[in-house]
DNA sequence: CGATCACGC
DNA sequence: GCGTGATCG
């Protein structure tokens, strides 16, 4: 009986948070950091043991007046969920819980002081014993540094942390494997979790076989808390588990660099290494409550539970397989431009009369518009415009121009691609990029070292690299993209009767917006005609502005206002959805996706009109943007799942916005082609049909 | 390290 | 509109 009773001093409780906790007020400017760190340690200590009752004592007698309100607080809190004996439920733990929420000023939980125990072990059998603590969760962190694994911080309860070094027995497998069984009994949180996939499989992916579902689905879960605090604020650019610490549990915390300077950690003291990562550990485990209420709060639990969540460890696994690059043709490839810039280069140094740095803004323009006397037209802050689009322009004016495009162009694919990607083909062959899920304020995904989503495409020469990515022997690529998502997005959003009758009928759709834009008769549209109806139809889905429109299309602003003018005749709707989507952003500070995800947009509360006109455009073009991302990502999950139900060979490689490549086995394109199409197209419905091309070849130039 | 340019969606 | 990277000064 006793065992089951947890007796506490409520005076001694309240006293010793308040002496730990910074002091900070709730809404009201009262002082509760007393209170507050009182009941936090209270839910900690009752989720992490088995107490079936709680009694709470309080004596009257208080020397501290700062302190005695804080206590009468807590007695208030503790009173009214019962007398004496209190039992022990999950009611009495939620209620406390929102009993913090109320506490904390802007309706966040915060937590206690930084109270850490920490223990360092490789002992195989404390290891093991650590690894059959009872708990409903646990936190921690793989220390690593340039792909070696040096140990685990982990934590089972949030004040208690153990470092166990990676050393004998201890090996990065073997730490693997026990969180991979720990998982299958409780859910498991870190920061950054997609780079741990590599030593351990959570269960709920293990045998995983079904794709995207709307409702949750019950089991032990992984969380991250890198990604629940993108989500939460998606504008900041690199989250590190010291940012979350102190926006989510005011800790301030040395960063890692602070810590090790660039150092290997190897080098370090393993006092200061263990330190490090016990304290990751320990901020995941305090933040992942107040990031999990902050997130249901704002209604994305959906979007981190069967969307981001999933999707990391897709993500992982696609970095892992990887792309396979022919290094000696990428050699070749750029040999062959190297040739061309030779000659450009010789004939442009000719043209110019000197020699000069023609990869310098500076001094080409000072070459082009003074030793050279060609009209300047536009200016930057530094000085005279030599972008492309101005180039173009002066073109007929001086040979040297065309050069220089030329020049221009090569010298981009020569070092951003064909010695840029050579520098990250490894050992396999392959380019093994990353994709981050936590940078863009969109939702959308980026790739880095090397960033694979911008090879060349538009022109011919540029696209010709893509013939260096190829499948594995025997296999080969399918390439499957959406067709005009946003565009699809748009009509669905903005419920747009006219756009959404022109997508039910199948058609081009460039071309019978400027059927109707233009009032002529969809066989009669001309080119010109097609290609502004185009340019526009791009312009309203980036939410572009008349000027942007005229820059595109080489029109005046007048034009460019009247085509704009013409095509919101055309779907009403469209203007519509912008102007209330621009006020409802304005209203709640954010913007919105189908899915939740929000995106803030200061911006629009600016008393600058270029930054407010800023925020108008971000306002109309995130949902947009942000929802084409989310359907990319359940459709994603929808794929590799049902790749791995059907026990396929082929696997999911690249993701590039609207577009999926898979290295496709070659008894399996007929299946591969059909589940792409299909699992692309199905991943949500929308009042327009969504379309889905793909293509198979040999390799990237062919299968697009 | 910010500005400019060029590549993608 | 959203990104990454190379280069310059």
Redesign the pocket.
Known sequence: MSENLLIVNGNELISDAFYKTPAFTNSEGVFVNGVYGGIFKLISILKTSEYKALSISFSEECGNERLKPQILKFKEIIEAKGQGEIPVTKELLESLENALKDLSPSGEVKGASFDMTLKVTSDLNEVEALFETKSDRAAFYFLTDIGDFLGLGISFDGSNVTYIPVENFITADYLGKKLSILSERMSLCSFDIKESYKYFEPSEFANRTYGYKDEDVSGNKCFDVLIGAYLINPLKNDYEPWDVAKEYLKLTLPKRADLFGKEPLANADIKVLSEYASKIAYICFNAEPLIRAKLAKTGMERLMYNIEMPLSYILYSMEKEGIIVKRDELKAYGDKLLVRIDELEKAIYEAAGIEF?I?????LGEILFEKLGLPAEKK???GY????DV?EKLAPEHKIVADI?EY??LT??K??YAD?LAAYIADDNRIHTSF?QT????G?I??????L???????EL??LIRKVFVPKDGYVFADADYSQIELRILAHMSEDKGLIEAYHEGKDIHRITASKVFHVPFEEVTSLQRRNAKAVNFGIV???SAF?LSQDLSISAHEAKEYMEKYFETYPGVKKYQEDVIASTKAKGYSETMFGRRRPVPELKASNFNLRQ?GE??AM??PI?GTAADIMKIAMIDVFFKLKELSLKSKLILQ????LVIETAPDEVDTVTKLLVEEMEKAVTLSVPMEVDCHIGSDWYEAK
Do not use: C, W
């Open positions: 740095n990869n310098s803004p500076k001094q930057t802050k530094s415009s030599t972008a492309a180039l495009l221009r162009g981009k694919l070092s951003t840029g981050n940078i863009t304020a969109t959308r980026s790739s880095t070292e090397p960033n989503q911008n090879i060349p495409m538009r022109t540029g696209r980036y939410g572009i942007g800023f455009r971000v073009n995130a943007q590039i916005h609207d577009e």
